[in-house]
């Protein structure tokens, strides 16, 4: 009876385990569907290794001396002609190392942020003030038109004039703005705050070292920066002191204060999946594929290593020969400049920096990505309305300027992206991503006085 | 040659629940890929292995009392042994190799013994290899780390200690408890399973303690149960090359990368089997039935070939069980046994929400909810056939034993998949067979026992590995660590076998 339970036993379990195997290996087993689709987080992923999309590394930190003096001149009004704006007037902590301007007001304005007015017989700077937010990061080209550059070697508009000792293509960029009768040293004629004339203002504009030496003159006869020289310069002569020391420790300051790399995406990148929310991964996605925002915002910035025509309205007083129009790309130093280049900036902390593009013509992100998705229908039908009141003037909406835009756009946005409302709304999520928590507050910076003993101000966010 | 590529869709967590009596089925193997596992727990040395490791109708008075140690009961006499263990793995893919030492004893009532294993394993990847790393880590980046790379390519040392005590109470029954203890720096593959890493540390150990209970009557018929509790608890510090921008040189460099990986796994197995012979036919029966209940606190994240990023599998629960049953004859000099055993698994891993997650749908998973699930249902079997053959020899005192066999483990599972962030749903049918040949021989010389095993285990494979252009694989076999992962896509391995040789010697002692 056991013999033959058992034999029914064994021939049941063996063939249990005949089905069961039913012949299959590894190697061609498996009844399988097709592959399911790639999950949002692998899609990403292999668009970040087209891209270029890698974590950002550590700055080196500057010494701690270099960087009080940098801050100090960041936020001293003495480096303008007039004793009136300091260079954190246009990139004020207080709006995320810009201003809250489309186009900047230079010296002979007053106020803050919003507020602030242009001086009698002054103009608007022909470009919206950048962010230094993340400027320190290793940028190739410095301005909307990329006018200083770091190459192998800075190129600068002051060609051999150029002193040599500057560390960082950050701080050729610093040399500059003092040099700048718009923004910073003033017109001939000018008195500065206090009355008495203003002695770089008379200088040639071609003579940058002359205006250089004039600063440096004003900040060594300063008791508290001649201190603050020695413990950022030890062992340089006070007669060996010049501009560029000065630029060196105002980059080293920016790229201290204002380098912000913990966003949300950041984390993401660095193999936190978990970092964004769905909507901004869907967003990330559309950014590196239907809405190709990557082929010019591609690499660790998300920007900042090119130039694009992004079919931007024109708008402000112009530059150079060609005003009231801003061709862009100074064609000093790219030999091949295109009409209406302008550099593609890094997109990190882009929610802070409104308002956007060269000449700040769009007040939101969806209005940015709104313009991208139809470019040509955006350009032709642009609201002045929306700009503050005293630009809407010089907005260049004539149909020769329209077409003159359209026809240097940039091919790979010219015909519509096709997003949908929800997409661009996934789109803004993702923009949102890049901001660095740590970077929405940025007053701890500024300090209480300057050496000079001139009022310590900065724009105000509205 | 199956296209290793296709591998690409694998995404995949493994836990691995170890003992050397996890092929006996005490502790019930899950293997949700046909992935290669060196040979790396097969050390104990056993009378049947070379039988095709048949075991369910015949004693084994070697292993026996490592699987249940209430077994240890039938040891009369002292005796210790050795069983230096070899196993090398196919396309020059690693190895290893372990000494065991021991011995078993008995005194009035009272039966003990115990073995400590050393074990020395070779890495599963050759330096000059590289694993296919995510799509992030080709961009502009050199082929291989610029920072120092620790214990890459160096052998790893796993120690083993095991103990059992157990007393015989009349009337036939005993029982015994018996200890393990792994103190493991390397298992066998897991550096193959994470995809772009430069190293893996791996560290911990697994905790496998028993009770077994025997009772044995003078027919030859014995009934058995055994309770088993297991703690699996690994580290793997892997290193990965990432590479970075270097905002200070302005360009992509790479650098370290670590990540501390958990592999927890706890199960509870309970065994009951019965065994005896069929009259004096020479006919032997018998028959089991095993229960493992396991927690996985923590399953690791692999990521295999071209996975850039795995759902992370946080917790998740199996129950197992077999039900077996064996016949076995011996006739003269001769013998000849067959198991067949029926393994349904169930198994239930998935993610946990760290913060809250907004899904696709529009809903919000809160913290702690599953943002996936994977559900398999297993269906699989095992069958084994040994035989044996005496031979005498003129001349020598004892007959030259024989052995050959062969097993066959068929894997077939169904899955379930449910991703709660993206809303969407798959299901997926699975199977494939591993096949072992086995063969052996044993004499008594001198009044020593020498016996040699060897085994070869085909029909898995590894993750293919690129080295220059060409995809190759790596390694190894069935019996040791289980596998539970969740696949994305078809299955497909490169194919390696496990080669495993075994010299144990015996010594009986008055």
Redesign the interface.
């Known amino acids: 009876m056991i013999r033959q339970r058992c034999r029914v036993l064994a021939a049941g379990l063996l063939g249990v385990t005949l089905l069961s195997g039913c012949g299959s290996t590894m190697t061609d087993g498996g009844t399988t569907q097709p592959p399911p689709p790639l999950t949002l987080d692998d899609q990403l992923r292999a668009q970040f290794g087209i891209w270029g999309v890698v974590p950002i590394g550590a700055v080196t930190q500057p010494n701690a001396a270099l960087v009080e003096l940098g801050r100090s001149l960041f936020f001293d009004k003495v480096l303008s002609g007039n004793r009136d704006v300091a260079c954190a007037t246009c990139h004020s902590p207080l709006s995320h190392g810009a201003d809250v301007l489309s186009l900047s007001i230079g010296t002979g304005g007053t106020g803050d942020g919003a507020a602030r007015t242009l001086g009698a017989g002054r103009q608007f700077t022909p470009r919206n003030a950048p962010s230094l937010i993340n400027t320190g990061l290793g940028s190739f080209y410095i301005f909307w038109d990329g006018r200083v550059s770091d190459l192998g070697g800075f190129r600068t508009p002051a060609g051999a004039a150029l002193p040599g000792g500057l560390t960082s293509v950050l701080a050729a960029q610093a040399m500059f703005p003092v040099t700048n009768r718009n923004e910073m040293r003033g017109e001939v004629g000018d008195h500065d705050v206090f009355g008495n004339p203003n002695e770089l203002a008379p200088i040639d504009s071609a003579q940058y070292g002359a205006i250089w030496g004039a600063v440096m003159q004003r900040l060594v006869a300063i008791n508290g920066y001649v201190a603050k020289f020695n413990a950022a310069f030890p062992g340089v002569p006070a007669s060996s002191l010049g501009f560029q020391h000065a630029a060196n420790a105002i980059a080293a300051f920016e790229q201290t204060a204002f380098t912000f790399t913990s966003s949300p995406f950041d984390h993401y990148v660095a193999h936190d999946d978990r970092a964004m929310t769905t909507e901004a991964k869907q967003g990330a996605l559309l950014f590196f594929t239907k809405a190709r925002c990557s082929s010019c915002h591609f690499g660790p910035l998300l920007g900042g290593q090119s130039f694009a025509s992004a079919g931007v309205p024109q708008l402000g007083p112009g530059v150079g020969k060609d005003a009231p129009l801003d061709l862009g790309q100074d064609p000093q130093f790219q030999g091949q400049a295109q009409r209406f280049f302008f550099r593609v900036p890094s997109l990190r902390n882009v929610e802070l920096t409104a308002p956007y593009m060269h000449d700040g013509a769009f007040a939101t992100l969806e209005a940015v990505v709104r313009h991208y998705n139809k470019v040509e229908e955006t350009l032709r039908n642009y609201d002045a309305s929306q700009l503050d009141p005293r630009l809407r003037a010089q907005y260049r909406g004539d149909p020769a300027t329209i077409e003159a835009i359209l026809a240097a756009t940039s091919p790979i946005i010219r015909q519509p992206l096709g997003l949908s409302d929800t997409e661009i709304h996934q789109l803004v999520a993702f923009l949102q991503s890049l901001t660095d928590p740590a970077a929405r507050d940025l007053s701890s910076m500024i300090p209480a006085s300057v050496p000079s003993g001139l009022p310590v101000t900065a724009a105000i966010s509205p | 040659m199956?296209n290793p590529r296709t591998l690409s869709?694998l995404g995949a967590t493994l836990f691995a629940l170890l003992g050397p009596p996890a092929a006996r089925g005490q502790i019930i193997q899950i293997k949700t890929l046909?992935l290669a596992q060196g040979d790396q727990f097969g050390f104990f040395p056993s009378v049947n292995d070379a039988m095709g490791g048949v075991s369910i109708a015949v004693r084994d008075s070697l292993l026996d009392p490592f699987v249940n140690p209430a077994k240890g009961a039938r040891v009369r006499a002292l005796h210790l042994f050795g069983a230096p263990t070899f196993y090398s793995i196919s396309r020059n893919s690693g190895g290893g190799q372990t000494l065991p030492v021991g011995g078993l004893a008995s005194r009035g009532d009272l039966f003990g013994g115990a073995v400590v294993a050393f074990q020395q394993l070779d890495p599963s990847r050759r330096e000059a290899q590289l694993f296919a790393p995510?799509?992030?880590?080709?961009?502009?980046v050199p082929p291989t780390a610029s920072f120092p790379v620790p214990q890459q390519t160096r052998a790893q040392t796993n120690r083993y200690a095991f103990a059992t005590l157990g007393r015989r109470v009349g009337n036939g029954f005993s029982f015994a408890g018996s200890v393990l203890y792994a103190d493991l720096h390397r298992l066998d593959g897991v550096d193959q399973l994470y995809a772009g890493s430069q190293s893996i540390a791996q560290h911990g150990g697994d905790l496998d303690a028993r009770f077994g209970v025997v009772r044995d009557w003078e027919s030859g018929s014995s009934v058995e149960a055994l309770l088993v509790h297991d703690r699996l608890a690994m580290t793997h510090d892997v290193t990965f090359a990432?590479?970075?921008?270097?905002?200070?040189?302005?360009r992509?460099?790479s650098?370290p990368?670590p990540?501390r990986n958990l592999d927890r796994t706890n199960t509870w197995g309970l065994q009951l089997g019965w065994q005896?012979p069929?009259g004096d036919s020479g006919?032997r029966?018998g028959?089991f039935a095993t229960s493992n209940l396991m927690s996985h606190p923590k399953l690791p994240n692999y990521q295999i070939v071209d996975?850039?990023?795995p759902?992370?599998w946080d917790p998740g629960h199996s129950a197992a069980y077999n039900?077996?049953?064996g016949?076995a004859r011996h006739r003269g000099a001769a013998t000849f046994a067959?198991d067949?055993?029926?393994e349904p698994i169930l198994s239930h891993t998935w993610g946990e929400?760290?913060?809250d997650?907004?899904?696709?749908a529009g809903s919000t998973i809160l913290a702690g909810g599953k943002t996936a699930e994977s559900h398999f249902t297993f269906?699989?079997?095992?069958?084994r056939l040994g035989i044996a053959q005496d031979l005498v020899i003129d001349g020598v005192e004892s007959p030259l034993h024989l052995q050959g066999g062969i097993s066959?483990h068929?894997?077939?599972y169904w899955l379930r998949q449910d991703?709660h962030?993206?809303a969407?749903s798959?299901?997926?049918?699975?199977?494939?067979?591993?096949w072992a040949p086995t063969w052996g021989a044993s004499m008594r010389v001198a009044g020593v026992d020498v016996r040699y095993l060897g085994r070869v285990v085909h029909?898995?494979?590894r993750p293919g590995i690129i080295d220059g252009q060409i995809f190759e694989p790596l390694a190894s076999s069935a019996g040791g660590p289980s596998i539970l992962a969740t696949p994305?896509?078809?299955?497909?391995?490169t194919?390696v076998s496990v080669t495993t040789h075994q010299l144990s010697i015996s010594v009986p002692l008055p």
């Open positions: 199956p869709a046909p995510p799509g992030i880590d080709f961009v502009g990432e590479t970075f921008y270097d905002p200070n040189l302005r992509i460099e650098r990368r990540e005896r069929v006919w029966v028959a996975v850039v990023r759902v992370p039900i077996g049953m016949v067959l067949v055993v029926y929400a760290p913060a997650i907004e899904t696709l269906s699989n079997a095992i069958a066959a068929a894997v077939r991703d962030v993206l969407t798959r299901r997926q049918e699975e199977h494939w067979t591993e029909g898995t494979g994305t896509g078809p299955l497909t391995l194919p």
